[in-house]
């Protein structure tokens, strides 16, 4: 098939606002950096000019609009702070501005907990708002890889191409959870988008099943979302050791009411959950009204997702942990009007647990093995999912061009626009999987397109 190259230069210029002008660009380096700098540098350039070394001194010093470049490295818990994270963020940006931290590459800067001797990665507190994390690798945390307080207001914060792993690998019998991400109940306005979670939640070998710590384990997640208006988008789960993919727990604060919605789940891939607790916890998702949280949620968004190889018999739970339907009253449960559940794929028997008490306001275009038995325990389509390889190859004929176009993102984990084809694909990844335009901050990335797609997208070439 003809290639065209596709080249765009005026589009970029529309991205800068008067105000975007003015801000600043910081830098820093772990190994070539000092705080005692003026971070204005990505090198030392003498005197005082040159990057910073640790990301909490830039985190203590931008304001609104800035830009910081951390290059690749390994960032740990900075001497002289009793934080016990690498970085503690109380700053806010503006819905103009925000402030950005972004890794030199795509998880260039590593975030080490150093075998879970430090607590958290990044935490986000003080009311801290319109930050947004870009490029990130979080591991070796022995409670979460980013977090906000449980009783702090924070709000509208953008993680983007993060990968967090083996969080909360400890042998701990707390019931305190553990996850990758924890937003509390007073967090609003949190966005995942083209992430990658795998390999959390605490060791277990020392607590066998029937011991009285056993049940504990459930509280680790991938996100444990406590909050509101929170989106999940275009990310992948799989080997969630102990807990869910995604629990998500009420929020204290004023109640929401009318048409707003308070979660939007859409094209994630779920998989592989390694939790062996199918007592306690069975599905990827579960949603429980959390008895010391005021509020219920309300208008709930599940679609274009793919559930791949639960614990259990259903992908999505909704109600108290573990427990048969009926056996909660009806305060616990969790949505309170607007429950949406619209074209996604399991090969789970079911899709969702089936109880009476869960007021679905729509549920439509789903598959699951009860409706399609060949899809028991399949691959769908995908290349490799029992190696986490969770791209589409033409046989994915449940998920290629099945989604929905509402809420759909304009891109898939890996950069691919879309849609590609005929339709929305369902899960992180849209088939073929390959960027079209790659866009970095320097500008555009020139790539080859064929002819197809530039007309189907109304594209001219100049």
């Known amino acids: 098939?003809?290639?065209?190259?596709?080249?765009?230069?005026?589009?970029?210029?529309?991205?800068?606002?008067?105000?975007?002008?003015?801000?600043?660009?910081?830098?820093?380096?772990?190994?070539?950096?000092?705080?005692?700098?003026?971070?204005?540098?990505?090198?030392?350039?003498?005197?005082?000019?040159?990057?910073?070394?640790?990301?909490?001194?830039?985190?203590?010093?931008?304001?609104?609009?800035?830009?910081?470049?951390?290059?690749?490295?390994?960032?740990?818990?900075?001497a002289g702070y009793s934080y016990n994270c690498v970085a503690r963020f109380r700053t806010a940006g503006t819905s103009e501005n925000r402030i950005t931290f972004k890794s030199e590459t795509v998880y260039g800067a590593k975030i080490d907990g150093q075998s879970n001797t430090t607590s958290v990665g990044f935490q986000v507190y003080n009311n801290s708002a319109y930050i947004r994390f870009e490029g990130f690798e979080f591991f070796d945390f022995s409670w979460f890889g980013i977090s906000t307080g449980s009783t702090e207001s924070t709000s509208n914060i953008y993680i983007y191409n993060c990968k967090i792993h083996d969080i909360g690998r400890v042998t701990y019998s707390s019931s305190g959870g553990f996850a990758g991400i924890y937003t509390g109940?007073?967090?609003?306005?949190?966005?995942?988008?083209?992430?990658?979670?795998?390999?959390?939640?605490?060791?277990h070998d020392s607590f066998p099943p029937g011991e009285v710590y056993y049940h504990n384990f459930v509280h680790d997640h991938g996100w444990y979302s406590q909050g509101h208006h929170h989106t999940l988008k275009n990310s992948i789960f799989y080997n969630m050791l102990s807990g869910w993919a995604v629990k998500i727990d009420g929020y204290n604060g004023t109640a929401l009411t009318g048409d707003g919605w308070t979660h939007n789940i859409i094209n994630n891939t779920?998989?592989?959950?390694?939790?062996?607790?199918?007592?306690?916890?069975?599905?990827?998702?579960?949603?429980?009204?959390?008895?010391?949280?005021?509020?219920?949620?309300?208008?709930?968004?599940?679609?274009?997702?793919?559930?791949?190889?639960?614990?259990?018999?259903e992908a999505i739970e909704v109600g108290p942990s573990g427990k048969l339907c009926g056996t909660y009253s009806s305060s616990l449960w969790p949505v309170d009007g607007g429950f949406y559940v619209n074209n996604n794929v399991s090969n789970d028997l079911y899709?969702?647990?089936?109880?009476?008490?869960?007021?679905?306001?729509?549920?439509?275009?789903?598959?699951?093995?009860?409706?399609?038995?060949?899809?028991?325990?399949?691959?769908?389509?995908?290349?490799?999912?029992?190696?986490?390889?969770?791209t589409l190859t033409s046989s994915a004929i449940y998920l290629i061009d099945k989604g929905i176009a509402d809420n759909a993102p304009d891109e898939d984990f890996a950069g691919t626009l879309r849609p590609y084809g005929g339709g929305y694909d369902i899960g992180a990844y849209e088939f073929p999987s390959a960027p079209l335009l790659q866009i970095s901050q320097s500008g555009w990335d020139l790539v080859y397109v064929d002819s197809e797609e530039i007309g189907r997208r109304g594209w001219s070439p100049r």
């Open 185 to 203: 109940p007073l967090s609003g306005y949190f966005t995942v988008d083209r992430c990658l979670f795998y390999t959390i939640g605490r060791n």
């Open 351 to 390: 899709l969702i647990q089936e109880c009476l008490e869960v007021d679905i306001t729509e549920f439509s275009n789903n598959i699951d093995a009860s409706a399609v038995p060949a899809i028991h325990n399949a691959d769908l389509g995908m290349t490799n999912p029992e190696n986490n390889d969770f």
């Open 1 to 78: 098939m003809k290639k065209t190259l596709v080249l765009a230069i005026a589009a970029s210029v529309m991205w800068i606002s008067s105000a975007e002008v003015s801000a600043v660009n910081y830098y820093v380096d772990a190994t070539g950096g000092n705080d005692n700098r003026n971070g204005r540098y990505y090198s030392y350039m003498g005197d005082d000019n040159g990057p910073w070394q640790t990301i909490q001194k830039a985190a203590d010093t931008v304001g609104p609009g800035d830009t910081i470049i951390v290059k690749d490295g390994t960032y740990t818990d900075p």
């Open 270 to 313: 779920f998989a592989n959950d390694g939790a062996p607790y199918a007592n306690y916890c069975t599905g990827l998702i579960t949603f429980y009204k959390n008895p010391g949280l005021a509020n219920k949620y309300r208008n709930v968004v599940i679609e274009n997702n793919i559930f791949y190889d639960a614990v259990g018999d």
